[in-house]
Structure formats: C-alpha cells, structure tokens
C-alpha cells in the first residue's frame, strides 16, 4: 500500500509541476484597453463590452468603470472584433482589430445617442498604435515567416530583418539547421532571451538557439524581438528578447502535408569547384488542428523531419593508411643519413 501511495505522490507532483510550468514563463500575450465616452467627451460607465476572436469566436468580456476605462490584460495574439452596448447609445461594432504579443494596445471609442437595437460598425481604420510601453520591438506574422524563403526553413534566419540587429548571412552549402545567434544593438552573439510560449529553449551551455529552440515555422503564429526598453520580467540578459508564439487551433478543422526539396541537379556549382557537390535536402512534416469545445478550447499538433545529404562541407577529408616505418641508413645507423651525428652521441 505505501508503495501505491509513493507513486501516486510523484503522479500528482509531476501532473501539478506541469500545470506551475508556464507560471515562470515571460508574457506570450497582449492586451487591449483604452476609455468610452460619448459624443461629448463624457465617460460612459457600466458599458459591456465584448472581444472576440476573429478565427476561434472566443470571447472575453468585460465592463468600463466610473471612468468610461475598460481593460483586457491577456489577449491571446490574433485578430479581434469589439462589441460595445451601454443603455441610451448605440451599439458600437468595431473589427480588425490586431493585438500582437507583449504588447499593450490602447482603443478609445466614442458611442452616439441612439437605440441599443441600432449598430454602427467601424472597420478598415488606421492600424492601432502601441502607446502604453516605450518598449522598441517588430512583429513578424506568420504570412511573413512562411513566404520569405529560407535555406533550412529555420526562423532565426529572417530575425536580420528588425531594426538593430545584426545576423549571419548563412550558406546553404552547410549542413545543419542554420540556427543564427544573433548580435542586437551591439551586444555579443548568446546575449539574447528566446522563449516560446513564454518558456525559455535556448541551450544552456552556449545560449545558442539550438534545437527546441527553433520549431518549424509550419507551427509559429508569430515572432516579436524586442530590442530595447523591454520591461523587466524578462531579465537574464541584456541583449534581446525573442517571444515566439505557436499557432493554435480554430473552430474548423484544418491540416496539410508538405515537402520541400533541394536537389543538386538544381544547385548552381560553386566557384573554386570543378564540380558540383552533392546538396540533398527533403525536409518534410504534416500538422492538424481544430476545435476540442467550440468557441472554448482548441488543438495544434504538427510534426517535421529534415534529411540532408551533404557533400560541400567545409571540413577536410581524413584518409587512414597503414604508417610507414622510417629508413635507417646502413652507414649512419641514423634515422636521417643526412644529418651529421652531434658531439653528444656515444
């Protein structure tokens, strides 16, 4: 009976450690939050308002204050729809709203006199502004990720493309995954923070973003780097913070199965070669996901495999032979005829 009570103990301990996980992770959202007035400029209190998921229909809903002031502080990134109703005003619709991770979204909004029953939508406006934190940071979406052509498909690759950071320019005649460590501001190569989903997966012994640091980009939903400012949550080190965040799940069900090939009869032959080398890359790999309780909880699952075969590394080939005895002089009896035998020889 102890024994059962011993292994149920270390169950539920590691069930309830996987639940804590993400308590120590960093923000892998954003939020939304901002005053409503009316017409005049006044604060409309006790407005229910409404946030909804764009692609999922989740929904989260919350009430202005005294102040007209409302507040949403995790907002899973994505695209949103608002819905505003207060007593006496019309109700107010507002889409394409865009919240992206760690950051802060201010939305202020005016309601007009009229029926609850009469609704006025507004779309298509200038894209929102992060006013609420002097954190310096770029956002790359997800149809950024996949259209930009990458040698190994690997992410890090494309993080040269925000504002202060310096990156490696990779051939695609090495082998491997291509991780590019990164210097941000000036900081040394390692000085950064990668996390996704809030959970740091950089390698411990170099902080290179090594292998669960770089999931395919077939799962990511978007990528910010930070580069300065950046609260102080994050700590560790002082040169970045990359946040990725992986896609989720939506109410219809979704998959695909995909192949990318280098081959070498498609490659160009390199300049100092007689010839081509052989570059064979099949990276291939399938994901689906869909909705477990509509509107409420979701699912992504995806799985990758690479396969390179590679011939244009840059490191020498070693060919073993069996060693060759050295040749004695009959004459000298030295190793070397050549070499006069010193004073010190008896």
């Given at each position: 009976m102890s024994r059962l009570r011993l292994n149920l103990f270390f169950a539920a301990l590691l069930l309830v450690s996987n639940f804590l996980t993400p308590a120590f992770g960093q923000q892998i959202t954003g939020s939304i939050g901002g005053t409503i007035k009316d017409s005049s400029g006044l604060a409309v209190p006790?407005?229910?308002?409404?946030?909804?998921?764009?692609?999922?229909?989740?929904?989260?809903?919350?009430?202005?204050?005294?102040?007209?002031?409302?507040?949403?502080?995790?907002?899973?990134?994505?695209?949103?729809?608002?819905?505003?109703?207060?007593?006496?005003?019309?109700?107010?619709?507002?889409?394409?709203?865009?919240?992206?991770?760690?950051?802060?979204?201010?939305?202020?909004?005016?309601?007009?006199?009229?029926?609850?029953?009469?609704?006025?939508?507004?779309?298509?406006?200038?894209?929102?502004?992060?006013?609420?934190?002097?954190?310096?940071?770029?956002?790359?979406?997800?149809?950024?990720?996949?259209?930009?052509?990458?040698?190994?498909?690997?992410?890090t690759q494309i993080l040269g493309t925000s504002a202060g950071v310096v990156s490696s320019i990779y051939n695609a005649d090495n082998p491997g995954t291509g991780s590019d460590s990164v210097s941000v501001n000036g900081a040394r190569r390692g000085s950064n923070n990668l996390q996704v989903d809030g959970l740091p997966t950089v390698n411990q012994l170099n902080n290179a973003p090594d292998g669960d640091g770089t999931p395919s980009i077939e799962f990511l939903g978007e990528l910010k780097v930070l580069t300065s400012l950046y609260s102080s949550e994050y700590g560790r080190n002082s040169g970045s913070v990359i946040n990725v965040t992986t896609r989720s799940g939506t109410n219809d069900f979704h998959g695909g199965v995909y192949e990318f090939l280098r081959n070498t009869d498609l490659n160009a032959r390199r300049f100092f070669d007689p010839k081509r080398g052989q570059n064979i890359q099949n990276q291939y790999g399938a994901n689906f996901g869909g909705p477990v309780f509509r509107d409420r909880t979701f699912f992504f699952a995806g799985w990758e495999s690479s396969r390179q075969s590679n011939a244009n590394s840059g490191n020498a080939a070693l060919t073993t032979r069996e060693p060759t005895p050295p040749s004695y002089s009959p004459r000298s009896e030295a190793p070397f005829p050549l070499t006069t035998p010193g004073p010190w020889r008896r």
């Amino acid at each position: 009976m102890s024994r059962l009570r011993l292994n149920l103990f270390f169950a539920a301990l590691l069930l309830v450690s996987n639940f804590l996980t993400p308590a120590f992770g960093q923000q892998i959202t954003g939020s939304i939050g901002g005053t409503i007035k009316d017409s005049s400029g006044l604060a409309v209190p006790s407005a229910a308002v409404t946030l909804v998921n764009a692609e999922t229909d989740a929904q989260l809903q919350a009430t202005s204050d005294e102040t007209g002031s409302y507040q949403f502080p995790l907002v899973r990134a994505g695209r949103y729809r608002m819905t505003i109703a207060a007593s006496g005003f019309q109700r107010l619709v507002r889409t394409e709203i865009i919240v992206n991770t760690a950051e802060q979204t201010r939305l202020d909004l005016a309601l007009q006199v009229g029926a609850v029953n009469e609704t006025v939508t507004v779309s298509a406006e200038t894209p929102l502004l992060q006013s609420e934190k002097a954190t310096v940071g770029q956002v790359v979406e997800q149809r950024t990720i996949q259209s930009i052509p990458l040698a190994t498909r690997n992410f890090t690759q494309i993080l040269g493309t925000s504002a202060g950071v310096v990156s490696s320019i990779y051939n695609a005649d090495n082998p491997g995954t291509g991780s590019d460590s990164v210097s941000v501001n000036g900081a040394r190569r390692g000085s950064n923070n990668l996390q996704v989903d809030g959970l740091p997966t950089v390698n411990q012994l170099n902080n290179a973003p090594d292998g669960d640091g770089t999931p395919s980009i077939e799962f990511l939903g978007e990528l910010k780097v930070l580069t300065s400012l950046y609260s102080s949550e994050y700590g560790r080190n002082s040169g970045s913070v990359i946040n990725v965040t992986t896609r989720s799940g939506t109410n219809d069900f979704h998959g695909g199965v995909y192949e990318f090939l280098r081959n070498t009869d498609l490659n160009a032959r390199r300049f100092f070669d007689p010839k081509r080398g052989q570059n064979i890359q099949n990276q291939y790999g399938a994901n689906f996901g869909g909705p477990v309780f509509r509107d409420r909880t979701f699912f992504f699952a995806g799985w990758e495999s690479s396969r390179q075969s590679n011939a244009n590394s840059g490191n020498a080939a070693l060919t073993t032979r069996e060693p060759t005895p050295p040749s004695y002089s009959p004459r000298s009896e030295a190793p070397f005829p050549l070499t006069t035998p010193g004073p010190w020889r008896r």
